[in-house]
């Protein structure tokens, strides 16, 4: 029998080291608590190996190869235009790998002890015990006055109707990001972020691509006069969408896939050489020993509570794993103002709002409220907008597709949404989102300055629409 391995101390231990744990880490260290993190697969977790990063990276591929086809509207000529795909692959790798290594430089600077391996969580006295086997071998028992869950979650897969990868013809993100080649024709199943993006990057390199979506209307979580915009600015580029269209059947063919869709009581087939299963996400819980520690758990998300608090005591759980909004940036401030709170550091937890961005061609980013959602909620709203076409720099950069949505409450002059497809405008939200913050009227903002000329003045001008008072339209 194996000897029970002695306890390791620490003031702080975190289960994944993607975006919200390795940055628990780091401020955890700046704090001077003695922390340790358990990874099982790379730092950086999902968004810096197979996510955020490395996405951007195949489509920033995308979009150089795709303007090539336009020299000639910038007075630009060049002979012919090719691709490697192997190339533009291990470029993602590349930056993937960078990135991590750049992770790990990060542990080392702020004394965090990184495990390799597997954790499980049992009950101790106070905070949870975090068991691993470590992939050195053996176990390591971690005691720590708190833990705090950062595991993630993983693309969600239906395999009753063939949504689930087989690693060749049918992928989720992961497979999508490192194929041998690139499809002739792609089918991808759900268009929120994940699947809009894989689709922009396919049809850049010339794809047929067909977007298939359960609702009514694709993006379904945007403000929709801003996915429709977006719709239109994709099928202008090709792509082809099928909302309201319900899979009913996902399987190989020899040529590659075929989904068997309905739509309205109608059935229809179509086929294609690969598919790319995005219909959302699921947490990683699985394993962990959650269950015997008595954590509540809804809707397959850890229940949390102001600055990640479960109903374990010394227990918490940040990003993913605590539930939407799934994005990385929501992981990164939830681990700050998590670890703060532990450490007894900082006012109270308040929750800030939070963008959402998707990173096509044209790329979408918003905060805040929707029109529909604050109507729902009884909101009485002053709506702006101000199209891209006549902004000075976005004609000046061939770039004049999308449109700038804002939304004041009427009584108090608020921000309380604001919604942009463009180009870029994925840079320019965080604006919207300081504005929201802060507490922003719309006095403020008409106070503000734009520089000029930006694609940011669309922003002020958007603003000013809400109240009759735009320039340049």
């Known amino acids: 029998m194996a000897p029970v391995p002695e306890p390791e101390a620490f003031d702080l231990v975190v289960v994944g080291a993607g975006p919200g744990g390795y940055v628990a880490a780091i401020r955890a260290g700046q704090l001077g608590l003695k922390t340790a993190i358990v990874e099982r697969e790379a730092l950086g977790g999902v968004c810096l190996n197979w996510g955020c990063i490395p996405t951007k990276a195949l489509l920033k591929s995308g979009e150089v190869y795709e303007s090539l086809a336009h020299l000639a509207d910038y007075g630009l000529s060049v002979e012919g235009r090719s691709y490697d795909f192997t190339g533009v692959i291990e470029r993602s790798r590349k930056i993937a790998r960078q990135l991590s290594d750049g992770v790990a430089f990060l542990m080392k600077k702020y004394k965090a002890t990184v495990i390799d391996g597997v954790a499980r969580l049992e009950p101790g006295n106070g905070a949870p015990k975090v068991i691993v086997a470590a992939k050195a071998g053996g176990e390591r028992v ?48 759900g268009s929120g972020a994940i699947g809009v993006e894989f689709a922009s990057f396919y049809r850049a390199l010339g794809a047929e691509v067909t977007v298939i979506e359960a609702l009514p209307r694709i993006l379904p979580l945007e403000d929709e006069e801003i996915a429709a915009a977006a719709r239109k600015a994709f099928e202008a580029r090709g792509l082809v969408f099928r909302a309201g269209a319900r899979v009913v059947g996902l399987s190989r063919t020899e040529a590659g896939v075929a989904v068997e869709l309905e739509t309205e009581g109608e059935t229809e087939r179509l086929e294609a050489e690969a598919a790319i299963v995005a219909v959302g996400i699921v947490a990683n819980l699985e394993d962990l020993g959650v269950e015997a520690l008595g954590l509540a758990v809804e809707r397959g998300h850890v229940v949390v509570e102001g600055a990640g608090r479960t109903n374990v005591p010394g227990l918490y759980a940040i990003g993913d794993v605590a539930g939407a909004p799934w994005l990385a940036h929501k992981a990164m401030h939830e681990a700050v103002a998590c670890v703060e709170a532990i450490a007894g550091v900082g006012g109270p937890h308040i929750a800030a709002p939070i963008p959402a961005c998707t990173y096509a061609s044209p790329q979408i980013a918003s905060v805040g409220l929707t029109e529909a959602a604050a109507k729902a909620a009884g909101r009485e709203v002053k709506v702006g907008r101000f199209p891209f076409r006549v902004n000075g720099k976005a004609i000046a950069s061939g770039e004049t597709v999308g449109l700038v949505k804002t939304l004041f409450d009427a009584q108090t002059g608020a921000l309380v949404g604001a919604h942009m497809v463009g180009a870029e405008v994925t840079e320019m939200i965080q604006g919207f989102a300081l504005a929201m913050t802060l507490e922003a009227t719309e006095d403020d903002i008409f106070a503000t300055v734009f520089p000029h000329p930006t694609l940011s003045e669309a922003m002020h001008e958007a603003s000013l629409s809400a109240y009759g008072r735009q320039l340049h339209l």
């Open 142 to 189: 971690l005691v720590g006055k708190s833990v705090i869950l950062a595991t993630g979650a993983r693309a969600r897969t239906i395999p009753a109707v063939g949504l689930a990868p087989d690693g060749e013809r049918i992928w989720t993100y992961r497979e999508a990001m490192t194929p041998t080649a690139a499809p002739a024709s792609l089918l991808v199943v």
